[in-house]
């Protein structure tokens, strides 16, 4: 069974521009969730789709990340314009629904964010 | 608020046993979570405690005490691959936040030779 797969696994970007980080979670999972790692800080939640639908979004930043997950699969997170506090590492976790409550995240490799 | 502690780094040698410790404190408790997580990889999931105890999976055990809101892995037999960051992370209780995990900044192993 395929794990979480994120891509890019790194980027490089100038402050101003736009990045755009995809998930492709588990197959059948349909708890998402988007973490991030800024360096020299724990990880730190972003938000939560429950298939399609936004269920916590109250860990983003601000309104220059946008996250999408059309369908109920895979997901986007947009960052536009991107700032220089932006830079860190972005995980995806996925889970089952109904698994039971903690539900077990597995979570992908991430994806490098650098902007200069 | 949610505040979860563990040490920096640690260092051991191969064969010898080591114990991360991960104390908390959090408005509510459902368990508490250890990932591995090799640089540059994902965070691997090795154990729930939810309990009081010792719960052991092999080489890697690890402990609960709510009262104490205190938890340890212990790694016993330590090996070269066992070198990577340990991370101790407790589920949100409920409400709107259900799902999402609270981390500690992580315990840097280093086993040496």
């Known amino acids: 069974e395929a794990g979480v797969t994120q891509f890019p696994s790194h980027s490089v970007i100038e402050k101003g521009q736009t990045v755009t980080l995809r998930c492709d979670p588990i197959?059948?999972?349909?708890?998402l969730y988007w973490y991030r790692r800024v360096m020299g800080k724990e990880i730190k939640f972003l938000l939560h789709?429950?298939?399609?639908?936004?269920?916590?979004e109250s860990g983003m930043p601000n309104n220059r990340f946008l996250a999408e997950r059309t369908g109920g699969t895979y997901s986007t997170l947009k960052v536009q314009p991107a700032e220089l506090e932006d830079s860190g590492v972005y995980f995806c976790?996925?889970?089952?629904?109904?698994?039971?409550?903690?539900?077990?995240?597995?979570f992908g490799p991430g994806t490098r964010l650098t902007v200069l | 608020g949610q505040n979860i502690d563990q040490p920096t780094e640690m260092t051991a040698t191969e064969g010898a046993i080591v114990q991360i410790n991960c104390t908390y404190q959090t408005s509510g408790f459902n368990g508490l979570f250890w990932y591995q997580q090799h640089a540059g990889e994902a965070p691997t999931f090795l154990s729930y405690n939810v309990l009081d105890g010792l719960e052991e999976k092999g080489r890697f055990s690890s402990f609960l005490s709510r009262s104490k809101g205190y938890s340890y892995l212990l790694l016993k037999e330590l090996q070269m691959k066992d070198s990577a960051s340990y991370l101790c992370?407790?589920?949100?209780?409920?409400?709107?936040?259900?799902?999402?995990?609270?981390f500690g900044r992580g315990t840097q192993l280093t086993v040496w030779p």
């Open positions: 992370a407790v589920p949100s209780v409920g409400g709107s936040t259900l799902g999402r995990l609270y």
């Open positions: 976790a996925s889970s089952q629904l109904g698994g039971g409550y903690p539900d077990t995240q597995y």
């Open positions: 789709f429950v298939k399609e639908s936004k269920q916590d």
């Open positions: 197959s059948g999972h349909d708890n």
